[in-house]
């Protein structure tokens, strides 16, 4: 049976190079980076250099890159720093963020720091001069925004926002694991305190990530132990993990500006066709949120939307749940359950979010699954 992948935002194939250099590494550089015969230091040139090219990618020194093993661990560290090393008072964040962030954060709050959540508009954005009306308050701060939405595209202002926070002296946490690979940052033009990415999101492995931490930014260790990652993350290093990732994201690098304009094109194919098969759809955000995600209202009953996922996936086509009552959960999403109309909220609802590879087909598949659910009878 033919299936189509349309969840790139929840997870991304491997490319077939990322697959080769990482079955290099394990054939031939089992060492261990710590020792200090050949091969432990061939093992730790190979995460060395892993760690100058993402660094390179991002404009920033290799010191900066520190290896984790996914996205959740890199926010956690960086809201427990915020308490411990930063000794930060007040998190200023909004309630669209992932759950790695603000399960941390909900956590910091019982702990006694503040937290104030920036309103949203109807596309999931902040408005500055919120954040400017409470960064001008004299409060050590860490401003927690993810630069794209991972549900609905919402892009953050991060020169902005980057610039706000110089101003007022506040620390930048940035959640980039949506964006990293798919936009170009350079983080000497926005400068920032700390930037979290996961190799899986662009077409790397599971389990590894990275956290950047600017230099001379108060910061203490995750795990106690060995001396790796300079004694702040101790634990052997995944070494054939931190060469795939580094392989994926120097690819997403090189291919960006093509790989882009393909999927926009595919993007753009989808709303076209989503419009005309079923008039009153409406795209969360609106069909310009970040390039890789489309978030879509359909226009149906209630009742029509029960088991819209199940249903999907039955036929083929592997999309994410946006909203409430559709994968046996009664539980709305909380992005969703903060900007939509609570009328819109009980809709059907699906995310799709495409990679370089999608295609028209997928996208027919798509609409011939969901023509056949809007009418069984068909
Ligand atoms: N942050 C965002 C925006 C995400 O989309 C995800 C993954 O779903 C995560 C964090 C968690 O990433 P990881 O799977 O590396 O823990």
């Known amino acids: 049976m033919k299936r189509v992948y349309l969840d790139h935002a929840a997870t991304t194939f491997i490319r077939e190079e990322v697959i080769h250099s990482m079955i290099e590494v394990m054939q031939t550089e089992y060492g261990n980076p710590s020792s200090t015969y050949q091969k432990g230091r061939s093992a730790k040139v190979w995460v060395e250099k892993s760690r100058k090219t993402?660094?390179?990618?991002?404009?920033v020194?290799?010191?900066?890159?520190?290896?984790?093993?996914?996205?959740?661990?890199?926010?956690?560290?960086?809201?427990?720093?915020?308490?411990?090393?930063?000794?930060v008072t007040r998190i200023i964040t909004t309630k669209i963020e992932h759950h790695a962030v603000l399960h941390p954060i909900e956590r910091a709050h019982k702990n006694g720091v503040e937290v104030v959540y920036l309103s949203l508009d109807a596309l999931g954005?902040?408005?500055?001069?919120?954040l400017e009306n409470l960064l001008i308050e004299p409060k050590t701060t860490l401003v927690s925004l993810m630069h794209?939405?991972?549900?609905?595209?919402?892009?953050?202002?991060?020169?902005?926002?980057?610039?706000?926070?110089?101003?007022?002296?506040?620390y930048l946490h940035t959640d980039a694991v949506q964006s990293i690979g798919k936009a170009v940052i350079d983080l000497q033009k926005t400068p920032l305190h700390f930037l979290v990415a996961s190799a899986h999101k662009f077409h790397g492995p599971k389990g590894v990530g990275f956290l950047y931490v600017k230099k001379n930014t108060p910061f203490a260790s995750l795990f106690l132990g060995?001396?790796?990652?300079?004694?702040?993350?101790?634990?052997?290093?995944?070494?054939?993990?931190?060469?795939?990732?580094?392989?994926?994201?120097?690819?997403?690098?090189?291919?960006?500006?093509?790989?882009?304009?393909?999927?926009?094109?595919i993007k753009r194919e989808t709303v076209n066709q989503l419009k005309s098969h079923f008039p009153g759809v409406q795209f969360v955000g609106g069909e310009n949120q970040f390039y890789t995600i489309l978030n879509v209202i359909l226009p149906w009953s209630e009742e029509e939307s029960s088991l819209l996922?199940?249903?999907?996936?039955?036929?083929?086509?592997e999309v994410s749940r946006g909203s409430a009552c559709q994968s046996g959960s009664q539980k709305p999403s909380h992005v969703l359950a903060?900007?939509?109309?609570?009328?819109?909220?009980?809709?059907?609802?699906?995310?799709?979010?495409?990679?370089?590879?999608?295609?028209?087909?997928?996208?027919?598949?798509?609409?011939?699954?969901?023509?056949?659910?809007?009418?069984?009878?068909?």
């Open 338 to 378: 903060e900007i939509l109309s609570a009328e819109d909220l009980k809709k059907p609802n699906i995310r799709i979010s495409f990679c370089h590879q999608s295609t028209v087909e997928d996208v027919e598949f798509l609409i011939d699954a969901l023509l056949e659910l809007s009418n069984p009878k068909n």
């Open 226 to 265: 060995g001396a790796q990652e300079k004694g702040w993350r101790a634990g052997t290093e995944a070494v054939h993990q931190i060469v795939g990732m580094c392989k994926a994201l120097e690819l997403s690098y090189q291919n960006l500006k093509f790989e882009k304009e393909v999927i926009e094109t």
């Open 125 to 130: 954005q902040i408005a500055l001069e919120s």
């Open 148 to 170: 794209v939405n991972n549900e609905i595209g919402t892009v953050l202002d991060l020169e902005k926002v980057s610039a706000l926070c110089q101003k007022y002296d506040a």
């Open 61 to 87: 020194a290799a010191q900066e890159i520190v290896f984790t093993s996914s996205a959740t661990e890199a926010n956690n560290w960086v809201i427990h720093q915020a308490l411990d090393s930063l000794q």
């Open 54 to 59: 993402i660094a390179n990618c991002l404009n």
């Open 309 to 317: 996922l199940f249903n999907l996936d039955m036929k083929g086509v």
